[in-house]
T-cell receptor, first 113, second 115 residues
Framework: AQTVTQSQPEMSVQEAETVTLSCTYD???????LFWYKQPPSRQMILVIR??????QNATENRFSVNFQKAAKSFSLKISDSQLGDAAMYFC??????????FGKGTKLSVIP | DVKVTQSSRYLVKRTGEKVFLECVQDMDHENMFWYRQDPGLGLRLIYFSYDVKMKEKGDIPEGYSVSREKKERFSLILESASTNQTSMYLC??????????????FGPGTRLTVL
């Protein structure tokens, strides 16, 4: 069974600084997708960024980028120029073609003004 | 924009009560999902539905049932609520087929407390 591990339950970052959230996963599949979802306090969860495993190039979305290391089964999220609105729970997730997303346990990110 | 709404943000029920959590989406999505979110456990899939009247168990279906009579509406039912079902419940939807899972749209969640 696939597992997704987020080893940092909580992290903090100074406003305008850069922070990296870690995620590792376990799979025997060769073709899959990885995701980072953001859940702000009392607000809906939204998709931040998506990476297809067969693509070598790391995905980027504005201030958000990933470091995808397929051999190491690692998928970290880098947030540059952190803003107060980045404070949220962040979930790493994995999908390999079924109806199910497998989520990690989440990392709570605090942004210090 | 996709909109997924849930009938209540907060709900307090008594042990043994029958509880209905409603979810409605307005994007004509075939796939709908119910998750449970607990601190330190992440999101766990309770049930999903890939079409009207179709349902499949997820990882933790015990104590829950679902109903999908219309495409836009997916209900989660706790037949006899228990205190260990106190949790945040999230509904999600996505476009059809398994490829639709690549982007799920979530509702705001219902925080259920069972006393």
């Amino acid at each position: 069974a696939q597992t997704v591990t987020q080893s940092q339950p909580e992290m903090s970052v100074q406003e305008a600084e850069t922070v990296t959230l870690s995620c590792t996963y376990d799979t025997s599949e060769s073709d899959y997708y990885l995701f980072w979802y953001k859940q702000p306090p009392s607000r809906q969860m939204i998709l931040v960024i998506r990476q297809e495993a067969y693509k070598q190039q790391n995905a980027t979305e504005n201030r958000f980028s990933v470091n995808f290391q397929k051999a190491a089964k690692s998928f970290s999220l880098k947030i540059s120029d952190s803003q107060l609105g980045d404070a949220a729970m962040y979930f790493c997730a994995y999908w390999a073609g079924s109806y199910q997303l497998t989520f990690g346990k989440g990392t709570k990110l605090s942004v210090i003004p | 924009d996709v909109k997924v709404t849930q009938s209540s943000r907060y709900l307090v029920k008594r042990t043994g009560e029958k509880v209905f959590l409603e979810c409605v989406q307005d994007m004509d999505h075939e796939n709908m999902f119910w998750y449970r979110q607990d601190p330190g456990l992440g999101l766990r899939l309770i049930y999903f539905s890939y079409d009207v009247k179709m349902k499949e168990k997820g990882d933790i279906p015990e104590g829950y049932s679902v109903s999908r009579e219309k495409k836009e509406r997916f209900s989660l039912i706790l037949e006899s609520a228990s205190t260990n079902q106190t949790s945040m419940y999230l509904c999600a939807s996505s476009s059809p087929g398994t490829s639709g899972i690549r982007e799920q749209f979530f509702g705001p969640g219902t925080r259920l407390t069972v006393l």
